[in-house]
T-cell receptor, first 115, second 113 residues
Framework: AQSVTQLGSHVSVSEGALVLLRCNYSSSVPPYLFWYVQYPNQGLQLLLKYTSAATLVKGINGFEAELKKSETSFHLTKPSAHMSDAAEYFCAVTDRGSTLGRLYFGRGTQLTVWP | NAGVMQNPRHLVRRRGQEARLRCSPMKGHSHVYWYRQLPEEGLKFMVYLQKENIIDESGMPKERFSAEFPKEGPSILRIQQVVRGDSAAYFC???????????FGPGTRLTVT
């Protein structure tokens, strides 16, 4: 089974600073990878996904992620944090080629943005 | 296009009662997934359904939990004889025939007293 590790359960940055949220996956063959954001008491919103050959993926709200196969990583970045980015972020994977489609989630990283 | 709908948003049950959680997928989506989010944990897969079929229930507890997705109407996650440990947020997601993009509902927050 797939597993996902998110390093750092809490990340704090100042408004305007770089955001870096870390995600590592376990399989030797890159699965399909996703980043979701969850605002308090809401469902999950898809930020971006990797399902093709392009290893640099751009998502909504200025976020992007780069797949690094040698590091089995898919870190999420944003050049300049905004107060509205404060939320919990989840990295998720699913098996490439699987017809089941179930997502395996990391434990999440809570992002705090200071003014 | 309306998103995934879940109701109720909040549900309070006493120990031993039954909880029924409903999920209406996005229009055109035939795949439904249920996930559970416990405090301080990520989301855990429970079950994957297509219309009238359970495809993968490997994440469902063996007892008291069941799920269905009938030909007509919403998908239902049913928890019988609830216990305090069932208190969690339950999320439903739906996807089109290609299962690699799941859209999540707002969740049902179950509290067992």
């Amino acid at each position: 089974a797939q597993s996902v590790t998110q390093l750092g359960s809490h990340v704090s940055v100042s408004e305007g600073a770089l955001v870096l949220l870390r995600c590592n996956y376990s399989s030797s063959v890159p699965p399909y990878l996703f980043w979701y954001v969850q605002y308090p008491n809401q469902g999950l919103q898809l930020l971006l996904k990797y399902t093709s050959a392009a290893t640099l993926v751009k998502g909504i709200n200025g976020f992007e992620a780069e797949l690094k196969k040698s590091e089995t990583s898919f870190h999420l970045t944003k050049p300049s944090a905004h107060m509205s980015d404060a939320a919990e972020y989840f990295c998720a994977v699913t098996d490439r080629g699987s017809t089941l489609g179930r997502l395996y989630f990391g434990r999440g990283t809570q992002l705090t943005v200071w003014p | 296009n309306a998103g995934v709908m879940q109701n109720p948003r909040h549900l309070v049950r006493r120990r031993g009662q039954e909880a029924r959680l409903r999920c209406s997928p996005m229009k055109g989506h035939s795949h439904v997934y249920w996930y559970r989010q416990l405090p301080e944990e990520g989301l855990k897969f429970m079950v994957y359904l297509q219309k009238e079929n359970i495809i993968d229930e490997s994440g469902m507890p063996k007892e008291r939990f069941s799920a269905e997705f009938p030909k007509e109407g919403p998908s239902i996650l049913r928890i019988q004889q609830v216990v305090r440990g069932d208190s969690a947020a339950y999320f439903c997601a739906s996807s089109p025939p290609s299962p690699y993009e799941q859209y999540f509902g707002p969740g049902t927050r179950l509290t067992v007293t």
